[in-house]
Structure formats: structure tokens, C-alpha cells
């Protein structure tokens, strides 16, 4: 997991529209369902906890719920896990396989993309998660294992979910900046996306088209940059989900700082090797 603390105190109001007059949840950095052990404490209220909850289900439910089950990933409903998973027949189609779910061949499907549109200058009107590709990674063992037993390599469904997917990035990667800067720090631009007011995702979601080595023991990580001017900065944060199992790394531009000052102290904030801010053009 990243390093820190595992819980971060209130900002005493919800991170996603600011209410202070509505209970506040505790909200986990990246979902309780996918393994995340880091809490913002008292930083959701109910109302956007519902919407955050919807595009988290898709992911972990849809996008990842037979590869969760089989790899034993927490689940707030373990009573409803079922002891086995049915695999369909690639070329009859007709009789299925009921398969322990220990024993089920599982692949996670993740998307590889280029970098977020508002990091490399695009217009937030060019959508590029058209370009987005499909990646599946998982247990290679078993699936030989499932191989040599039936004859016939394993056959996966999933549902494509990449809107969802890419809230849910926006979403981690904004509690992740928020677990070292505080709310007053920076222009939260990534706010709209996450919570669905604008659907062009792909400008704050974005990675590379290489697959980052595994880094077994490690669920995931985490991490916060500050890049652009001395008049101007970008709040953008890492983001790596099962990297045991040598997965894309993304990044997720959060937000904005303007004001040489602001820049200064917001990246004062950040570890050092994690800030890239260059002198104006007209310095240079």
C-alpha cells in the first residue's frame, strides 16, 4: 500500500460539495472493496456518498466481481460470495463449468491510455477514451492449471465500464491530494467529473501505454505531484491499483494553483522530488 498514516482528520466539511450542515462519512482513498486502508475521516456526506458509492460498485461489482471473489478481496457482503463460479464452454456454449471459487482462473481488466487531455494542453471538448485499451492481468498459474485440466484456456466476462472506471480514478486520486493538502489549496477542477456533471473523463484521467512491472506486496499506490510554472500549477496525482499484479499506472489532474505565492506554499506541501515547477517563459 502507499505509505502515511492510515487515517487523515476532517477538513470539517464534505470534500465534494462542501456541506458542513449534514453528517460526514468516513471515506476511504481508495475503496474499502478493492483493498484501500487509507481513511479521510468525516469527509463525505450521505448524498455524495451515494454517487461515489454507484461508479465504485460498477468497478468492483461488474468490471472485477469474479476476480475479487476468486482472489478473496474484502467485501462488506461475504455472506452473498458464492462458493462457485460458472465458466461457460468457448466453443459448445451450452454446458457450463461450476468451478470453486479458490480454484476460478480470474483476470482483472484494466484500461491502458495516454496522459489526461488537460495535462498535455487539449481542449476539454476532445475525448480520447475511444483510444483507451483493454488489458487483462490475473493469475497466471491457474489459468495454466485451468488449461491443462479442461483442455480449453479459460473464458472470462466482465462489463465494460471505462466512464466508471475513470471516476473512480478521478475519485481516488483527489483523496489521495487530500491526504496531504488541504481543500483551500487548490481549484478542485476534477470535482465535476467525479461526480458526474461532465462526462469528458479522459481530460483528468490518463497513464501510459506501458504495463508498469509487478511489485509484489504491494496493493496499491499512491502519490501527489505538483507540475507547471511558478505562476501556475497542477495538482496531479498517482495512482496504481493491484500493482502486485503489474498494472497500468495512471494519473489524475486534480487541480489547480495560481499565484506565485500559492504555488510556493501549496508545493511546500509536497515532497520535493514530486514538484516540477518551472520559472515563466519570459524568465527562462
Not at 24 to 42: A, C, M, N, T
Amino acid at each position: 500500500m502507499s505509505h502515511g498514516p492510515t487515517y487523515y482528520p476532517s477538513q470539517g466539511r464534505c470534500i465534494y460539495c462542501g456541506a458542513t450542515d449534514l453528517q460526514l462519512s468516513d471515506e476511504h482513498i481508495v475503496p474499502f472493496s478493492l483493498g484501500g486502508q487509507h481513511v479521510l475521516k468525516g469527509a463525505s456526506c450521505l448524498p455524495c456518498a451515494d454517487v461515489t458509492k454507484r461508479f465504485e460498485q460498477d468497478v468492483a461489482r461488474s468490471m472485477w466481481g469474479e476476480a475479487r471473489a476468486a482472489f478473496g478481496e474484502r467485501s462488506r457482503r461475504k455472506k452473498a460470495r458464492p462458493s462457485h463460479i460458472r465458466m461457460v464452454a468457448p466453443e459448445t456454449g451450452a454446458q457450463g463449468l461450476d468451478i470453486p471459487t479458490p480454484e476460478f482462473p480470474a483476470g482483472m481488466v484494466f484500461y491502458k491510455m495516454g496522459l489526461p487531455g488537460a495535462l498535455i494542453g487539449l481542449p476539454e471538448s476532445v475525448d480520447t477514451s475511444p483510444l483507451w485499451q483493454l488489458v487483462m492481468t490475473g493469475d497466471h498459474q491457474r489459468w495454466m492449471k485451468f488449461k491443462e485440466r479442461h483442455g480449453w484456456g479459460p473464458v472470462l466476462k466482465f462489463q465494460h465500464e471505462p466512464v466508471s472506471f475513470g471516476r473512480l480514478l478521478a475519485k481516488i486520486g483527489y483523496c489521495q491530494a487530500l491526504s496531504e493538502l488541504e481543500l483551500g489549496d487548490f481549484e478542485a477542477t476534477c470535482l465535476p467529473y467525479i461526480m458526474g456533471q461532465r462526462a469528458n473523463v479522459s481530460h483528468i484521467v490518463g497513464g501510459t501505454l506501458k504495463m508498469a512491472p509487478a511489485r509484489p506486496g504491494l496493493s496499491y499506490e499512491l502519490g501527489t505531484s505538483l507540475i507547471g510554472t511558478q505562476e501556475k500549477a497542477l495538482v496531479v496525482a498517482a495512482v496504481r491499483l493491484y500493482a502486485n499484479l503489474g498494472t497500468p499506472a495512471y494519473r489524475v489532474v486534480v487541480g489547480e494553483v495560481s499565484g506565485r505565492c500559492e504555488v510556493r506554499r501549496v508545493g511546500s506541501k509536497i515532497a520535493p522530488e514530486n514538484v516540477y515547477v518551472e520559472p515563466r517563459s519570459d524568465q527562462v
